[in-house]
């Protein structure tokens, strides 16, 4: 009989990283039988991701599946509730679609999570009690752990930063908020103010003008390291965290963006105790890590067959 392995898909909104593992239990970062990353569905989100998970699979004995997604879903039941980045995912039974095409337990749980469940183990936060992790891509995910177990809320959705208002007239949040985090120090947010600062180019290319002493860049960087760190201090003021670790695209190095708001946040700290603000170190495969290692912990959990719903 082939060998049970479990798969963990981040999915972002034009792209879905994966990884494939052996579904053996064990403490240390599970070993990738394989990890790549392949264009997000735009069609059937269901067929297209059940159509990567068999190509991924290929000869192996899939036994569960997690799938982390950039918004608000219902654990219990496996649906997406609310995906700013992903509209099409809205109110979506994911967990059950899936796993009926896969013949797999199949569970789904925000990106943020998944990332932070990571960094925390295994990662920039690993060996720390209280740790606060941030991604900073498309959107801004976030996740609270403490004592390895991760601070939902009461209704599933607490660390959602990116939504935290930084700028009350600023532009319209795909959430329906107006100024947003996200609005300001998203991926898309900073291309368009590069681009109206006269600017050309993706974030990194403003990241490159920023390092070359750009005016122009340094003007926008600041906008974006001025919103995130406004956005720490009231983190720091709510839950007090012993450490945050950011991650995601746009704080991969040089950490510019924040350094720069790490310095304003010392700046403008009052009260608080500011704690370290250290880059993650598992990079942009941290949601799929923390992906499959909740795949492994739900294979122990339910038995091969049954489903989530």
Request: proline letters at 5%; aromatic letters at 2%.
């Amino acid at each position: 009989m082939s060998a049970a392995v479990v798969l963990g898909l981040d999915v972002g909104g034009s792209s879905v990283k994966y990884r494939l593992a052996s579904a053996t239990p064990s403490e240390r970062i599970p070993e990738a039988l394989a990890q790549g990353t392949v264009s997000t569905p735009k069609k059937d989100p269901v067929a297209g991701l059940a159509a990567i998970a068999r190509d991924v699979t290929g000869s192996h004995r899939l036994v569960a599946v997690v799938v982390a997604i950039p918004g608000l879903v219902d654990e219990t039941t496996g649906t997406v509730l609310r995906s700013a980045n992903l509209p099409a995912l809205d109110g979506l039974a994911l967990g059950p679609a899936l796993s009926a095409e896969l013949d797999a337990t199949v569970g789904v749980i925000n990106d943020g999570r998944a990332a932070a469940v990571a960094e925390a183990r295994w990662g920039a936060g690993a060996g720390e009690r209280d740790v606060f992790t941030l991604a900073l891509g498309t959107g801004i995910a976030g996740s609270h752990i403490v004592d390895g177990r991760v601070v939902d809320g009461a209704h599933g959705i607490a660390g959602e930063l990116g939504h935290v208002v930084v700028e009350p007239s600023g532009a319209v949040c795909a959430c329906g908020q107006r100024g947003c985090l996200e609005t300001v120090i998203g991926a898309p947010a900073l291309r368009r103010a590069w681009n109206r600062a006269g600017g050309d180019g993706s974030p990194k290319d403003l990241l490159a003008a920023y390092e070359a002493g750009d005016e122009r860049a340094h003007r926008v960087v600041d906008r974006g390291a001025g919103a995130l760190a406004d956005a720490i201090l009231t983190l720091l003021a709510l839950v007090d965290p012993g450490v945050i670790v950011v991650g995601g695209g746009l704080a991969s190095a040089p950490h510019r963006i924040v350094v720069r708001a790490r310095a304003l946040v010392d700046e403008r700290a009052t009260f608080h105790r500011v704690p370290p603000i250290v880059p993650a170190t598992l990079g942009k495969w941290a949601g799929a890590v923390g992906a499959v290692a909740e795949a492994r912990e739900l294979a122990a959990r339910v038995p091969v067959g049954i489903s989530l719903n």
